[in-house]
């Protein structure tokens, strides 16, 4: 007979989580200090896609650099392009005429869904649900082809332009957009009934990971995370850019700030961007997609063949850049994750001196540790889901 | 508004301040470094955007732009709005530190969102924030060498050469556009002759 053990010994656990495993969403490594099941603490590692952009940006041209800006974030690139944009615009002082400011609403809104669609599919598949995956997905290639069809690229745009756009939006384009978009609404309906409801993903989202108001605050979320514990803070309400104030929609909050609150928060959030890009649809008129001023804008593609003057501009701009005058600016933007600026400094010459990113992810990931403490270790997973972490975002 | 309040406050106290591009600058001393941003956070400015480290080494002279010690610590603090009374205001307080004693107070215990970015300037500035509950390096791997950000850290590039023995340097390139030096195409940055604006 096996003699009884006297008495059970227990001890805590330290569990290391990633930075390879396919539930951290990227590179993510996590020490978890584990009590059997329970969560004491949470301590993530970072790092592992750290490529030193701020560096490089450094030491190119302005225009350059907006090839290494929307490779920070793959998902919700477009907001890359368009935040870095702003700020070089602000030093430059250029005007971006309607038409161009317009297409970036469309397009910046059309990133943002595609980057929720995979929010919403990659975190309930962390739940077990496979199902949403496959029909998210279906949205999303249709999304990427749009911008496959404007852009040339599926992830990293290359489609803004320091006081414009690159080219215009091609003739089939809008007719598609609204194809799509005119069953979108029913198709994210079909989304939250797969989930909503579902008395397992209410066991598994409701009341976990709850963050009050404040410690958001404190730990420095934003975005849709923030907004989840019903701060109503959207940088397209509060700190209007591209004409946002014109638009009329609403930001979805939640109520108790768990998981289940970030997950209906960002399908709301979708509703509300093709409200946006529907509203922007009526707006585009024909018109100029580029800030005519030749020291800082690409001259139209006509012109080369025809004007000796497009020429030297173009060779300028194209080998030594445009300076920008001494200073330095900051334009805050929302992106999917949340607050996302670029801090660019100008010392006169034609490479930034410092280019800053503040990229939302990085700051959000600071709350991972407050919101899983005292959770069980399986729930971990769908916490950190649902705060959308991107790990080029965090690392860049 | 806050940043009226900040503003105020500022030239009560003797801070310079710095109005452009709608955003205002203020330069805090480096010994009163936690006594100011206490102050702002009573203020009202409840989240703390961004710690940004610069390395003014390089900057050049001339411009409307002085800069007392090499390297500089921005922050960014916000009135949240949507959470309490914020209202939006937002304030760039900046701190000089020299380049023989980079260290300087670290802001976590008032605002915990400090932790990461603070991390950072010190991983790729090498800035030393006394104070701070866990300074470790955070991007880089704990072995590596130097601080990535100086801007005399090598960047570890290869010339491109070409027939005849003739090559490009990067570094002189580069030093024609920022103004400093003929460069390939000769132009020694800033306005050119005869441009019009």
Redesign the interface.
């Known amino acids: 007979m096996i003699p009884e053990p006297k008495e059970l010994r227990t001890e805590e656990m330290l569990l290391n989580m990633g930075p390879q495993h396919p539930s951290t969403h990227g590179v993510l490594r996590l020490v978890v200090k584990l009590a059997g099941e329970e969560v004491l603490d949470v301590v993530p590692h ?2 592992y896609l ?1 490529t ?1 952009f ?2 490089t940006m450094e ?1 190119r ?1 302005f225009h350059q650099n907006i090839t290494f800006t929307p490779r920070m974030d793959y998902l919700h690139s477009f907001a890359h392009d368009l935040a870095y944009a702003l700020s070089v615009e ?2 430059v002082g250029a005007e971006v005429p309607e038409r161009a400011r317009v297409i970036r609403v469309i397009l910046n809104e059309l990133s943002r869904i595609a980057s929720h669609l995979i929010f919403v599919a990659t975190g309930l598949l962390d739940l077990g649900a496979l199902t949403p995956y496959f029909y998210a997905f279906r949205e999303r290639e249709t999304i990427l082809d749009l911008f496959e069809w404007v852009t040339g690229q599926r992830f990293h745009h290359n489609y803004i332009r320091i006081g414009g756009l690159k080219e215009d939006l091609p003739e089939e384009f809008v007719p598609e957009l609204k194809k799509f978009l005119d069953t979108f609404d029913y198709r994210v309906d079909d989304y939250q009934g797969l989930f909503v409801g579902s008395p397992i993903f209410e066991g598994r989202a409701r009341g976990v990971g709850v963050i009050s ?1 404040e410690d958001a ?4 979320l934003t975005g849709g995370s923030l907004r989840a514990s019903g ?3 959207d940088v397209r309400k ?2 209007p850019y591209c004409g946002y104030e014109t638009y009329d929609f609403e930001v979805p909050l939640g109520e108790r700030g768990d998981t289940w609150d970030r997950m209906v928060v960002r399908l709301e959030e979708m509703r509300q961007s093709a409200r946006i890009i529907r509203q922007a649809l009526e707006r585009l008129e024909p018109g100029p997609i580029r800030d005519p001023n030749p ?1 800082f804008s690409f001259p139209p593609k006509a012109l080369l063949s025809s004007s000796m003057e497009a020429v030297i501009f173009h060779f300028k701009l194209a ?3 445009f ?1 920008v005058p ?5 334009v ?1 933007t929302e992106s999917a994750r949340g ?1 996302l ?1 670029y ?1 660019v ?1 100008a ?5 930034p ?2 280019v ?1 990113v ?1 990229t939302p992810s ?2 959000n ?2 709350a991972l540790p407050v919101a899983a403490k005292g959770h069980f270790f399986q729930d971990l997973v769908a916490i950190l889901a649902s705060f959308d972490p991107v790990l080029g975002d965090v ?2 | 508004m806050r940043r009226d309040q900040a503003k105020a406050y500022a030239e009560e106290k003797g801070i310079p301040v710095r109005e ?2 709608g ?1 205002l ?1 203020l330069v805090l001393p480096l010994p009163e470094l936690k006594v100011h941003m206490r102050a702002f956070k009573e203020m009202g400015f ?5 710690v ?4 003014y080494l ?3 002279e001339g ?3 002085q800069h007392p010690e090499r390297f500089a610590v ?1 922050y ?1 603090l916000v009135s ?4 309490a009374d914020g209202d ?1 205001s ?1 304030i ?1 307080p900046r701190v000089y530190v020299p380049e023989k004693k980079p260290r300087l107070e670290s802001v976590t215990d008032l ?3 400090a ?3 603070e991390r ?1 300037v010190y991983d ?1 500035f090498g800035l030393v924030f006394e104070g701070h509950p866990d300074l470790r ?5 704990e072995d590596a060498e130097g601080h ?2 100086r801007k005399d ?1 090598s ?1 570890g590039e290869t010339p491109t050469l070409f027939g005849e023995g003739r090559y490009i340097d ?1 570094a002189s390139f ?1 030093a ?4 400093k030096d003929k460069g ?2 000769g ?1 020694r ?3 050119r002759k005869g ?1 019009r ?1």
């Open positions: 970072i790092g750290h030193g701020e560096k030491n041209t602000k030093l108001p605050i404190a730990y420095g701060v109503n803070y509060a700190y020291h080998t030594e850049g300076e001494p200073g330095e600016a900051y805050p607050e600026g801090y400094i010392d006169g010459g034609s490479l001196y410092r800053k503040r990085f700051f990931l600071q690392d860049r | 452009e591009h955003m600058h409840n989240y703390l955007a961004d940004i480290g610069v390395d390089e900057y050049p411009t409307s732009w921005i960014e949240m709005p949507g959470f939006g937002r760039y605002w915990p969102s932790n990461f970015p950072e790729l390096r955070i991007l880089l791997p990535p950000l850290h960047l990067p580069r024609g556009l920022r103004g390939l195409t132009w940055g800033g306005r441009e604006r």
